[in-house]
């Protein structure tokens, strides 16, 4: 018999049969999104959504756990360190200006590497910067001023020395001072430049005996550093074009003043309050 007598048989098409399959693979579909949802939600009965998770644990080796001999010692140094800063600061020895601003790096250093530059031991610095301006020589405190701007200083004592005013001047510009570069007398025979790190000046005519000896028949030229004595020479000469009468003249550093109907000259370190006078009769330092 042919296919289409069978089909007739049974009452079933092609078109039936196609219909057929199609359903089938509908309901194994959805008999499987069934399962899946049912497996899915049993799982999740089971977790529960505050179950801890499993934490990862991470096993330590040697170099990561510090001894605590290690530990200790490093405190011991810091208290070291700092108790030579306590010491500086009760009593200063002012006798090796590299000794104090190592031993100030140290204690600072310290700290940075440890719990790290807090407001009290910025302040013992301070402390031991000011007892150290009030109590050793204005030489000592001048070249410790310098040796704290130098960089084998720890940039933290540094910025302490520049941003606190430990330094006291000895001896200020008088009132009324003018700031000024240079200037020369009324009388044109004293000139003087006032620099950063030096005030010279040169006088043309004098009757006194100048330094060195050699000197004579030269222009005497007389240098006041910020720390240090005062140098006399004839090496070099001062020339200026601003001239001044009676008064007080600075820069930062130094100061001077004109007196005597403009005819006598003293200049000086601000820091130390050494320098020099002079005028065509005498000179002298002080």
Known sequence: MSDNGDNDRYGLTKSMKAMLIVIGILLAILVFLVWTFII???Q???SGPDR???TEVKTLSPDDIEPPEAKETEDASLKQAHDKVAAMAANPGC????????TMSEFLERREAGA???ETSTQLVIDALQRINSTCDRDYVGTLKDQLASPSTAPALTAIAVE???VTPARPPGKGSIPVSDF????KNIHCALETERVACTVFDYSYPPTPPSCASFPQTFVTRETGATERNCDFRIQSGRD???GFFHNDTFACQVRSEARLVECWSQLTGHGFRTHAGESGVF
Do not use: F, M, R
């Open 40 to 42: 899915q939600t049993s």
């Open 44 to 46: 999740a009965a089971v």
């Open 52 to 54: 801890p998770q499993p």
């Open 95 to 102: 006798a090796d200006v590299a000794a104090d601003a190592a």
């Open 116 to 118: 790290g530059v807090d």
């Open 164 to 166: 606190n005013e430990w």
């Open 184 to 187: 020369t007398t009324n009388n």
């Open 244 to 246: 001044v009468g009676n």
